[in-house]
């Protein structure tokens, strides 16, 4: 995270050098694509559960209303999250292994502050979210031993195996806010950002990615 933020921060004193352009950046183009990667916070309970990942997407920013500040965005994103291994919380089960991912595909309205220095955005709009977890156990089952230093001669035994916990797939709408700062470039943006998204499965699903992108 420490990382993210230092490059988010130098990026930003680079883009702050280049504000004086006239008509700098990406200000007058009807439609402008977008790409972004960042940091994944899940949030509430499933942070017990679950670290803290990575997101990458894209998307496109279509100004149907050139003289207004507000336009429509799309993304399509990744994320994933590897699980918290030990004592699953409050339940008498051992997690050794597991992950969760989501891809998502949103759709809102995008606002972008007028002006030729850094500008402020911000958003909100509905997605369709497919979120994926599995949870798998080591435990002993019977099985084949080989031995490289008897020439491979093969005796049964106990060998390690894998007890899937849970391998469950959802595909579920939900609702995403944004807020951030855009810097300008020369025919270019770059843009730091939070965003937040709650996503309607079992319990909720709340994750807070901050991201860095470029808007070209």
């Known amino acids: 995270m420490k990382k993210i933020l230092s490059v988010a ?6 883009a702050a050098a280049d504000t004086s352009v ?4 990406t200000s007058g183009k009807p439609i402008t694509w977008q790409f972004d990667f960042g940091y994944s916070m899940p949030q509430g309970d499933p942070a017990k559960l679950m670290q803290d990942g990575w997101t990458i997407g894209f998307g496109q920013v279509i100004r149907p209303w050139p003289k207004k500040p507000v336009g429509v965005r799309w993304d399509f994103a990744y994320d994933w999250w590897d699980v918290n291994t030990g004592e699953l919380p409050d ?3 051992r997690i050794d292994d597991g ?4 891809w998502s595909l949103r759709v809102g309205l995008q606002y972008e502050s007028h002006g030729d220095k850094a500008k402020f955005i911000g958003g909100a709009g509905i997605g369709g979210y497919r979120v994926h977890a599995d949870l798998t156990q080591e435990v002993l089952v019977p099985g084949w031993i080989c031995d490289p230093y008897w020439w491979y001669y093969c005796y049964p035994g106990l060998v390690q195996g894998d007890v899937i916990l849970a391998d469950k797939t959802l595909t579920k709408f939900g609702w995403y806010a944004t807020a951030g700062v855009s810097f300008p470039l020369t025919n270019s943006d770059i843009y730091i950002e939070a965003q937040y998204h709650w996503v309607n499965v079992e319990q909720y699903f709340e994750t807070l990615p901050i991201v860095i ?3 070209f």
């Open 9 to 14: 921060v130098v990026l930003g004193l680079l």
């Open 22 to 25: 006239v008509n700098a950046g």
């Open 91 to 93: 339940h008498q089960v």
């Open 99 to 102: 992950d969760v991912d989501q």
């Open 213 to 215: 992108g470029w808007r």
